[in-house]
């Protein structure tokens, strides 16, 4: 012990900074704090005892008790913190221990031995024992992580470790690589080269935004597999969408508004300025060019008065309103006859009744138009050879051949005779004129070449015969169908005359004669039309008097004396004084391709009158069956006093004026159903004799178009009663 004031110290001798108290004479007491140099403060602790102080690496204060056989930490075991492990004999001295020899446990390891037991041949340095791999999964392949050495490969292992998942026997180096998630070829990457792009469809259009995409083995919730949206968000762009009129590329073919937009318009060329378009010049377009609509209804861009609210100007040759092209417009209301004809036919004479006798005589002159022939009160027979066109047409002074019987003056001659082309009339290869003149009995007959002013007591062939011989002529292949309404004993007669050259009685040159029925003077209307469909012109003989009126069909065919009383009346009237068979003329009025035939009876009913269209082939009947009927509806209407057809329309001549029917269906109709009332200028009601006289001319100018001439006798415009005739153009009816 030491004496107060006074501080023990014991000897260091390793200087490890730890003292041994318990050993002899290594102490002292010293009076001062700090050591003397070889001493340490003093201290009973047992952790503070150096158990060796003449080794410096023995001490209380070392952490580690290392393999050395010895108790470094002075804790009183030696080693016990070193690693101890197996060690085997290593006789070849090849680094690998003795397979299935004991060893021994070390901390380290003494010479001659090998921590590992895995020489198959430890006598022999170049024999090693192989390393063994797990296939648990029986794909040929081992898993690194589960090894064994063995000098025979165990069951169940095999000697490579590339295995990646030994557990799937799918999945192994050299396997097909599926879009998995899983590396199914043990090359270390996952799902190389198959997996697939995903696009974006934050707007579910069902198009992808190709700058927002992942990859992926199956689709993501609101992503897709295209990539061609162009607005993903907006639902309504995208490839698939409709292209409007809106400055948006809606379709994303990168354009705006390029033409395939659903309510892009078609506009038309509007030259003229007039509202309505050019069908054939048009441009397509979101918005309006300049001049240009939306309409492509007109059909003259450089008129500005035609167009589809034009009103249409009949017999101008111009389809005004646009409806059907440039052809006949329909002539509806109620019309003065000076205001609508084209050509008005006059002789500036007092008393010449032009408009009484007009015939349509065909194309005389073989110059492509058709001709016209018209007759005054004075013997003149005026030819005028077509186009007819223009204004006011001075019979006298533009006729191309004026027909005149030398001496005497009087209503009734010449005028009342006939004109036809005939063709070859003679029998001598050339086209023929025959002129008729009832009040000597005669028909003459002159080439049709003739112009100027014949003689016609001159003419070449002449045939005679007595009863009003010429009043009426109609053209019956080369034959002359001619009326003497007074011949026989007053029932009247038409002869068949046959090619014929020279002079003679028609009596005698005749192949046939019918003979009429009393009092019914036959002869003063005939006509020539193939009623049958047979390709022979029947002969068509109206009987307006007699004991019963109407018109006889006769076959063509049929030749020598008949007598029509015998043959019975084909289309009879209701009785006597109705007048049927006053007038008649022919066309297709149906459209079924046979001739139709028009009878009038204006006496009908108290002298309202009636027109009758018989449909043919036409049978026997009373005309009150027939298809077609119009009648009058006042007294003295007088309907049916004339009958012409002429493109689609049906005239009908009446006391005071004409009435157009167009396409007129079956059934009776009254005179309120027509399409157009034409009356003349007369200041009394009929008193210019408008309606006494229509004629189905023919193509008069050359259009196309079959025209009209409506006669008016009594017109005063040129003369007390010296007559026009008007002439209507087909185009305008």
Known sequence: MCLRGMTIFHQDADGDGYGNPHSGNDWTCKPAATPPKGWVVGSYAVDKVDCNDEDADIHP?????????????????????????AVFPDRDGDGAGALGQPGLVQCSLPPGYADNDLDCDDADPSVVTPVWFADTDGDGYGDPANWSFACQSPEGFVANEDDCDDGDSAVLPGAVEVCNGTDDNCDTEVDEGVLSTYYADTDADGFGDDLNQVEGCSVPADYVVDNTDCDDGDPMVNPDAVEFCDLLDSDCDGITDDGDEVDILTWYRDFDSDTFGDPDTSDIDCDQPNGYV?????????????????????????????????????????????????TTLYEAVN?????????????VNADGYDDLAVGDSYKNVYLLHGPLVGGNLDLVAQADAVFAESGGIGFGSVADGAVVRLGDFTGDGQDDLAVGNKADGKVYVLPASTIGTPDLDGAPTVISEPGEFGTEMVRAEDSLLVGAPAGGYGQGQVFRIPPWSGAGNASMIADTLYEGTPLGEVGTVIASLDLSGDGIDEAVLGSPLGDLSGAFVLDGADSGYIELDDVGM????????????TSLSGGDINGDGYLDLLVGAPYQGAQVGCAYVVFGPVAPMNLRDAEIRIDGEDSIDRVGLSVGYSNDVIAVGLQSGVRLFALLPEGTHSLSDSDADIIGVGIDEGSDGLGRHVLAAGDLNGDGYGDLLLGAGDDNAFGSNAGAAYLILGVGL
Do not use: K, Q, Y
């Open 351 to 363: 008393g010449a009744h032009i408009g009484e006798r007009m015939w349509a005589v065909g194309d």
């Open 294 to 342: 939306a309409d492509d209804t007109d059909c003259d861009d450089g008129d500005v008065l035609v167009n589809p609210n034009a009103v249409e100007i009949c017999n101008d040759g111009i389809d005004n309103d646009c409806d059907s092209g440039v052809g006949p417009c329909s002539l509806t209301g109620s019309h003065l006859v000076g205001g609508i004809a084209s």
């Open 61 to 85: 204060g070392v952490e580690m008790d290392g393999c050395n056989g010895r108790d470094d930490d002075c804790d009183g075991p030696a080693d016990e913190d070193a690693e101890f492990f």
């Open 570 to 581: 084909t289309l009879a009237g209701d009785d006597i004084a109705e007048g049927a068979g």
